[in-house]
């Protein structure tokens, strides 16, 4: 799966997706971090495939009433659950089902956590970082969503001098849009490679990124 934590400047956290569930590899990450108040100012989302979320509905549902952990905004930019029900490039994908779940989980363990939705282009700070929204699945509409990976949300974060860009899952329709949006703009110092390593269809983009550290 695929999870992410950065540590801001000012000792809050930053979470991009997570992983599988059943795994509190985040919680232990966090406990291993810091043993004593944890703040995560932002748990961003990215899709709905089981390898990116599910670690999100473990977290608030065993760890909601630990008052040493905050969560301060969930983040995503999910549309309605049956357009993600679709027989695309990647043949059947039902994960209508898991948007579903998510948004029930999220009603039950964490109703009073902010639940924002992102758009591109967006800067939002946390303190003396921030994070660029670069790609939603709005970029990709009206048009249906070809492959659920194209759905990813992508994003850049600024910190400590150095930038940071992570694709998620960012496909065969998704990365070339992102290039046209962006161009010479995505440079970044730092990439995590899309889609655990598997779209060489975004070789384009990784041009435009150029980045000198790649997370694999």
Same mark, same amino acid.
């Given at each position: 799966?695929e999870?992410?934590?950065?540590?801001l400047p000012?000792?809050?956290?930053?979470?991009?997706d997570?992983? $599988?569930?059943? @795994?509190?590899?985040?919680?232990?990450?966090?406990?291993?971090?810091?043993?004593?108040?944890i703040v995560?100012?932002?748990?961003f /989302?990215?899709?709905?495939?089981?390898?990116?979320y599910p670690?999100?509905?473990?977290?608030i549902?065993?760890?909601?009433d630990?008052?040493?952990?905050? /969560?301060?905004?969930?983040?995503?930019n999910?549309?309605?659950? @049956?357009r993600?029900?679709?027989?695309?490039?990647?043949g059947?994908?039902t994960?209508?089902?898991?948007v579903?779940?998510? $948004?029930?989980?999220?009603?039950?363990?964490?109703?009073?956590?902010?639940?924002?939705?992102?758009h591109?282009?967006q800067?939002?700070n946390?303190?003396?970082?921030?994070i660029?929204?670069?790609?939603?699945? @709005? +970029?990709?509409m009206?048009?249906?969503i070809?492959?659920?990976?194209?759905?990813?949300?992508v994003?850049?974060?600024?910190m400590?001098?150095?930038?940071?860009?992570?694709?998620?899952?960012?496909c065969? +329709?998704?990365?070339?849009i992102?290039?046209?949006i962006?161009?010479?703009?995505?440079?970044?110092?730092?990439m995590?490679?899309?889609?655990?390593g598997?779209w060489?269809?975004?070789?384009?983009?990784y041009?435009?990124?150029?980045?000198?550290? /790649?997370?694999?």
């Open positions: 799966g999870g992410y934590i950065l540590r000012d000792g809050r956290f930053i979470i991009f997570g992983g $599988y569930k059943g @795994e509190d590899r985040v919680y232990n990450t966090l406990r291993e971090l810091d043993s004593g108040d995560i100012a932002a748990w /989302i990215s899709h709905p495939h089981g390898d990116h670690a999100l509905i473990d977290f549902r065993d760890h909601g630990d008052r040493s952990i905050t /969560i301060q905004r969930i983040m995503h999910y549309t309605h659950h @049956e993600y029900n679709i027989n695309g490039s990647a059947l994908d994960s209508g089902t898991n579903q779940e998510l $948004y029930t989980a999220l009603e039950t363990y964490a109703d009073e956590v902010p639940i924002i939705k992102v591109t282009g800067v939002i946390f303190g003396s970082a921030s660029e929204i670069m790609y939603t699945i @709005e +970029d990709l009206p048009n249906a070809p492959n659920i990976n194209d759905s990813s949300l994003i850049r974060v600024h400590a001098d150095q930038s940071i860009m992570l694709l998620a899952d960012t065969y +329709d998704s990365g070339p992102m290039n046209n962006w161009g010479s703009y995505l440079k970044s110092d730092i995590q490679i899309a889609h655990h598997q060489p269809s975004v070789a384009e983009i041009h435009s990124i150029k980045a000198d550290i /790649i997370l694999f």
